[in-house]
């Protein structure tokens, strides 16, 4: 189960971190609701195509994708690949894709809206979960590169 692909790599990297689990936490709005945070502070886990491979980003919930700086660093078209490749590729459905425990190695790219906030929830492998973590957990836990792919 892809919660638990989570929580093996959340133990394998010594972080003693509780996995939330609500009724509903697949979009911003309901997850951002379930935590009573800002939308801005849930991590919004995005899968993209590039050619043949795949690269995750990591955005600020409130933040929208601005194609032509995707393009300029990725050297590609931002092409969402369909739900049963996101879970070919993640080991994680659609509503619960996070940077752990994934099925399958893939860059984790971080934008910069994430350091506005102390703390941010991404999802852990389902729908209804999510964790807390600092921006600098984030970091460490996914290797992930800082980029500046969202709208002005």
Not at 125 to 130: E, I, L, V, Y
């Amino acid at each position: 189960m892809s919660v638990d692909s989570v929580a093996v790599f959340l133990a394998q990297n010594k972080k003693d971190i509780e996995i939330l689990k609500f009724k509903d936490t697949s979009t911003v709005a309901k997850a951002a609701d379930a935590l009573g945070v800002t939308p801005g502070e849930i991590a919004k886990s995005l899968l993209f195509k590039v050619k043949d491979d795949f690269v995750m980003v990591l955005m600020a919930g409130d933040k929208r994708l601005d194609n032509k700086k995707f393009k300029e660093i990725f050297h590609s078209k931002a092409k969402m690949p369909e739900a049963e490749e996101v879970s070919e590729a993640t080991g994680h459905p659609v509503g619960g894709v996070c940077p752990f425990g994934l099925k399958n190695p893939i860059p984790v790219y971080l934008d910069y809206s994430l350091q506005a906030y102390s703390f941010v929830f991404p999802a852990a492998g389902a729908s209804n979960t999510a964790i807390k973590l600092t921006v600098d957990e984030l970091e460490e836990l996914t290797d992930g590169q800082w980029v500046d792919v969202i709208q002005a």
